[in-house]
């Protein structure tokens, strides 16, 4: 009887050490000597209406990026209108719990407001008055929270598949100098932020090889840039693991900082074969694109990690170049991949549940550094 004591009190004793350590598992702790782990914000979360995301957000990460509230539409909808508050929230959580800030992002073809580009009457406007705005704005902003943010996506999604400047707003006011006045307008502004040009299908050999052009262009003419965002948007084919192999190669040469900044996984049914990001992308609903509307199988949860096992391995093969990962949300149920290409699926594209609890991919994760 007392043989049999000690082994069931052993065995408890195990238990409850091993269930403290799998508590104690968290991606910044087991990520620390690698690269910052980051999340994404949302409006709602900021307001703390969502305080179980915040939880996780202090506990797991030690990185945030605010996915809409400093984008030009909802922190300058209007001439001479700035909107702060959500951000300063934000800025105010992040310093109480030792939280690192990107600015994201200051400029977007998408989620700027038409009356940047017009004149009065809702004509085009001059490319001294674009300018201007652009300038403006960066200062503005920027100049408000220097030294709060660690770096800006300066230019986002410029480029085409092709690696053609694309044929937006920016580029049809200003021309192809406004990448550049962008980045020497922020760099003055903060001189001490990192400067980044984020884009998705960065593996696209076209969009490659623009960048690279693009970054070594910038340190022959010493136009400040310090890093760039891949947008981690991928799926559970694409992109290849040769194709990852051979970009973060590619990248690892040109001798700043690589970041994968929106990481999330597209894990449904893909509505002909689309692989970009372009939120003006959209779908219709049909139940087939939604085959798990109550919830992932099994079958597909080991799909999953092994897919995020397979993405880790790969960043610490890279490590010295990477700064920063970053995932597109603390949990599935926040994630843009249930209304985006099509409304209304259920999708599960993070390492957290809809419950807050880490899923089997978050364990898989872990192991690619123990």
């Not at 030690?62 to 300058?76: D, G, I, M, Q």
Request: with cysteine; proline share 5%; glycine share 6%.
């Amino acid at each position: 009887m007392k043989l049999r004591y000690l082994i069931n009190t052993l065995f408890v004793l195990l238990m409850i050490s091993y269930c403290t350590s799998e508590k104690s598992v968290t991606l910044k702790k087991v990520f620390k000597d690698k690269y910052l782990i980051g999340t994404a914000l949302n409006n709602y979360q900021i307001k703390g209406k969502d305080p179980k995301s915040l939880q996780v957000a202090v506990e797991q990460f030690n990185a945030v990026t605010p996915e809409n509230v400093l984008k030009w539409e909802r922190v300058h909808p209007a001439p001479g209108i700035y909107k702060f508050g959500p951000v300063d929230s934000l800025l105010a959580f992040c310093e109480k719990n030792n939280l690192a800030v990107i600015g994201h992002t200051l400029i977007w073809q998408n989620q700027t407001p038409k009356w940047v580009f017009e004149d009065s009457n809702g004509r085009p406007a001059s490319r001294d008055t674009v300018l201007q705005r652009m300038k403006d704005h960066i200062f503005t902003v920027v100049g408000r929270y220097k030294g709060k943010i660690l770096g800006w996506d300066v230019i986002n999604e410029a480029y085409d598949d092709e690696g053609n400047l694309k044929n937006s707003n920016w580029f049809n006011a200003i021309g192809d100098d406004y990448l550049k006045k962008a980045f020497i307008w922020t760099h003055e502004a903060d001189p001490d932020a990192e400067l980044y040009y984020n884009d998705f299908n960065m593996w696209y050999k076209g969009r490659r090889n623009a960048v690279v052009k693009l970054v070594n262009e910038f340190k022959a003419k010493n136009i400040p840039i310090h890093g760039i965002g891949l947008q981690g948007h991928w799926g559970l084919n694409y992109p290849s693991t040769d194709e990852l192999n051979e970009t973060f190669k590619i990248y690892s040469g040109l001798g700043i900082n690589l970041m994968v900044t929106e990481l999330d996984l597209d894990m449904l049914p893909r509505p002909e074969d689309y692989e970009g990001a372009d939120i003006s992308v959209n779908y219709e609903a049909k139940s087939i694109l939604n085959p798990w509307p109550d919830g992932l199988p099994d079958s597909m949860q080991t799909v999953v990690a092994d897919r995020y096992a397979e993405f880790f391995s790969i960043f610490n093969k890279y490590s010295s170049s990477i700064s920063r990962i970053t995932l597109w949300g603390v949990h599935d149920g926040q994630s843009w991949r249930n209304y985006w290409p099509i409304q209304g699926r259920t999708s599960y594209p993070l390492l957290f549940d809809r419950n807050y609890q880490p899923k089997k991919a978050f364990y898989e994760v872990i192991k690619t550094v123990h």
